[in-house]
């Protein structure tokens, strides 16, 4: 997923791509401990896409902070 992507959401689909995507990691570590994993850089993709959601959450938090300052 890429970050222009995710700048397109919503804050209630940023949401529910946040926990599918937690969801996600969950299961492919579950298969990394079995040895069922068959690609792990699949891990790193997956926390890389939370670590987009959540960046853009911050941002988008940070924006609205911002502008109540400014007034």
């Given at each position: 997923?890429?970050?222009?992507?995710?700048?397109?959401?919503?804050?209630?689909?940023?949401?529910?791509?946040?926990?599918?995507?937690r969801?996600?990691?969950?299961d492919?570590?579950?298969?990394?401990?079995t040895?069922?994993?068959?690609?792990?850089s699949?891990?790193?993709?997956?926390?890389?896409?939370?670590?987009?959601?959540?960046?853009?959450?911050r941002?988008?938090?940070?924006?609205?902070?911002d502008?109540?300052?400014?007034?």
């Open positions: 997923m890429k970050t222009e992507e995710i700048r397109h959401f919503s804050d209630e689909e940023l949401a529910s791509e946040l926990d599918r995507l969801r996600h990691l969950f492919l570590r579950a298969q990394a401990v040895e069922k994993l068959e690609d792990p699949m891990l790193r993709g997956a926390r890389a896409d939370i670590a987009r959601i959540l960046t853009e959450r941002q988008r938090s940070a924006a609205s902070t502008e109540g300052k400014e007034t």
